[in-house]
């Protein structure tokens, strides 16, 4: 069992992820609409000045977007690869109890075979258990 987090079960990691994979996909939306807009009107001779001007600043906020996808996926990366290369923590031991002269392991009730204690509770009910199952078979 590993001891640290995995990358995959991190929220900020696929935030990153997922934003910048939105934010490049829209980039690339706004800038191929507007420019290709654009082309088609200036080719025909119907653009306006609305179109070239405010057109070729949607087509640079494309861009921007773009640009920010690509450097958020590459951060991304980074972050996976960087990830790799943290050692693993040491896992933790753990010892059965340590009893000390004066008291044993049976004043407590810890059965070293089980490793939990053995209470009457359980020992009640798995002696019912016993003779639930000798007499299943007689009653039918």
């Known amino acids: ?3 640290r987090p995995r990358l995959t079960h991190s ?3 696929w935030a990153l992820v997922a934003f910048s994979l939105a934010s490049g996909l829209t980039g690339a939306y706004l800038l191929v609409e507007k420019l290709g807009g ?3 009107r200036l080719t025909d001779g119907t653009a306006t000045s609305n179109d070239v001007y405010v057109g070729q600043i949607w087509a640079i906020l494309g ?6 996808g690509v450097v958020g996926l590459t951060l991304a990366l980074t972050v996976a690869a960087l ?3 943290v050692p693993a923590q040491a896992a933790e ?5 340590a009893f000390d ?24 009910t798995a002696e019912n258990s016993d003779a639930d199952r000798e ?3 007689a009653a039918r």
């Open 101 to 124: 002269d004066e008291h044993s392991a049976d004043e407590y009730g810890y059965d070293a075979q089980l490793g939990y204690e053995a209470n009457e509770t359980t020992e009640a």
């Open 1 to 3: 069992m590993s001891t």
């Open 38 to 40: 654009m082309d088609a």
């Open 83 to 85: 990830r790799s290369f």
């Open 93 to 97: 031991v753990v010892e059965p109890p």
């Open 135 to 137: 007499a299943a078979p």
């Open 11 to 13: 929220i900020p990691f």
């Open 63 to 68: 861009a921007i977007l773009i640009g920010a």
